[in-house]
């Protein structure tokens, strides 16, 4: 087990992030309308499919769902409310998206890229990275943020993070590693997968894991930097969060390094490379294609689209996020169970601002680009790929500086237009690195995107989290068998969270399904 990738200080900031979409997303993330239709077709009815498949959702747990599928002999037809693929995969900046080409190149004329969703993937991330090699794809390292040279902006004052670590005696560092020893013991020798047989777990999760947090009376930095890990980790207020979820996630880590590494050529190419795969094994998918119905009658399901065609199959796949679920007739209707998580689990006003910067006011002044503060963006970084030979970019040269927000400042962002959560975002990291700037100014340019997934329409958040009470009565029902409608996706999966959770989600429910009969 390791927990190192969630912690700012000890391997850096955690960039759990499924994914975010902006609300203004109208492209074809695939870049390849041949491989897809836009569901508008003939209309009527479909055959009954007896040895058909429905999957809902073009995303990474609703691909890998797809292309196992297919691989057992189902014909699979993907369905996609979105006009474009990927899910909460976006990779800004890329040919393709309507964001091609905004953050420009960098010194060596390649195009400057950052993800607007899913952002990192660790080497213990087993399943995306074995996907990856299958289909031909490779892996590039992000500059890696250490600690010593992290930013922290608190209270109007910058310290790096070996200096912060080193306050009050060490009192800081001292505080810091206490509160993750305080998480892990809460853990015990309990089994994180078997929450039923978790002493005190009912306890736990009627808990918040904020009133933890203070109730160990850290030192206020340490407890700053803790909270700055856990909020930027978990997508939420802490206050939100259950203990008893903090606990199992940070058991249920994957054994790998820090997370560093994306797909060469940005996280949007493996989507490409999975419709590629899927349409030429015979599968299709069907973009602009919202569902507005699942019916279940004797042997078959039918599912009604926007449009009015109704495709017949044997199961269905639903890998999509809860909140597009409420929007979804179901005849019957799903058990209540299963009803009440879809309506209760929040996915968190995650918001991302990234940033062209002409130079790097950080590497100046002997930061990294890894920043937490106290202000409305919680956490920063450098998307920069790495230099081919692993060196640090000189600091004249352009990057692309990404900010995450999640929780109420996130809600705040979210209810903002796109370029005035720019501006916003844009003053405060003027703010937090005008005293690493020279006379011509911080290197900030307006060559900027943004992304909020709680605008963003068939999605409806960022990534999963479980309020206090939730974790018992919702975040394993998904898996539960519900006859022929599955549920995939990162909230789906013990480890949740991660582009790796709906990889390992989509897996999991085609080897459920299993080859027709």
């Not at 996915?347 to 940033?355: D, H, I, N």
Request: hydrophobic fraction near 40%; proline fraction near 3%.
């Amino acid at each position: 087990m390791t927990v190192d990738r969630r912690r700012f200080l000890a391997a850096g900031a955690a960039l759990a992030v499924a994914g975010c979409s902006s609300s203004s997303d109208r492209s074809d993330g695939s870049g390849r309308r041949s491989a897809t239709t836009d569901g508008t077709g003939s209309g009527g009815n479909d055959a009954p499919g007896r040895n058909r498949v429905v999957v809902v959702g073009a995303g990474l747990a609703g691909l890998t769902a797809a292309i196992t599928l297919r691989g057992a002999g189902w014909d699979v037809v993907v369905v996609e409310a979105r006009d474009r693929v990927g899910g909460r995969v976006r990779t800004l900046g890329r040919a393709g998206d309507e964001t091609d080409g905004v953050f420009g190149a960098d010194a060596d004329g390649r195009s400057l890229l950052a993800e607007g969703g899913g952002e990192s993937i660790d080497d213990g991330h087993d399943r995306i990275l074995a996907w990856i090699d299958e289909l031909g794809l490779s892996t590039q390292r992000r500059l890696v943020d250490r600690e010593s040279n992290a930013l922290i902006f608190a209270g109007g004052s910058r310290r790096t993070g070996a200096a912060a670590l080193s306050e009050a005696g060490g009192l800081v560092g001292v505080d810091y590693g206490r509160a993750y020893d305080a998480i892990t013991a809460l853990v015990g020798d309990a089994d994180p997968y078997d929450l039923a047989g978790w002493r005190g777990a009912e306890e736990l999760d009627g808990r918040d894991a904020g009133s933890f947090i203070a109730s160990l009376d850290l030192h206020p930095l340490a407890r700053f930097v803790v909270e700055s890990d856990l909020r930027s980790s978990y997508n939420c207020d802490l206050g939100e969060l259950s203990l008893l979820f903090l606990a199992q996630q940070e058991s249920v880590g994957p054994d790998g390094d820090e997370e560093t590494m994306r797909v060469a050529g940005g996280n949007s190419a493996l989507v490409d490379a999975m419709v590629d795969r899927l349409v030429t094994d015979g599968g299709e998918v069907r973009t602009s294609s919202p569902v507005v119905a699942v019916r279940r009658s004797a042997g078959e399901v039918s599912i009604e689209l926007a449009g009015g065609d109704v495709l017949v199959c044997r199961h269905v796949v639903l890998a999509v996020p809860p909140p597009p679920l409420r929007d979804v007739r179901f005849e019957p209707a799903l058990p209540s169970g299963l009803a009440a998580a879809i309506t209760g689990v929040d996915l968190g006003s995650t918001v991302k601002v990234s940033s062209r910067y002409d130079r790097r006011p950080w590497t100046a002044a002997g930061y990294s680009g890894l920043t937490a503060t106290d202000l409305d963006y919680h956490i920063a970084w450098e998307a920069t790929d790495g230099a081919a030979d692993g060196s640090v970019p000189p600091q004249d040269s352009p990057a692309v500086l990404t900010t995450f927000t999640s929780g109420a400042a996130g809600a705040m962002l979210t209810g903002l237009g796109a370029v005035e959560r720019i501006a916003t975002v844009g003053a405060q990291l003027d703010a937090t690195y005008s005293a690493s700037a020279s006379s011509g100014g911080t290197g900030r340019t307006d060559r900027a995107a943004t992304v909020a997934w709680a605008a963003e329409e068939f999605t409806g958040g960022g990534y999963a989290f479980w309020r206090p009470g939730q974790v018992l009565s919702m975040s394993e029902i998904w898996r539960e068998s519900t006859g022929p409608i599955w549920f995939a996706g990162e909230h789906t999966e013990v480890l949740a969270g991660y582009m790796e959770s709906a990889v390992r989600s989509g897996e999991r429910v085609a080897a459920a399904i299993g080859s027709p009969a």
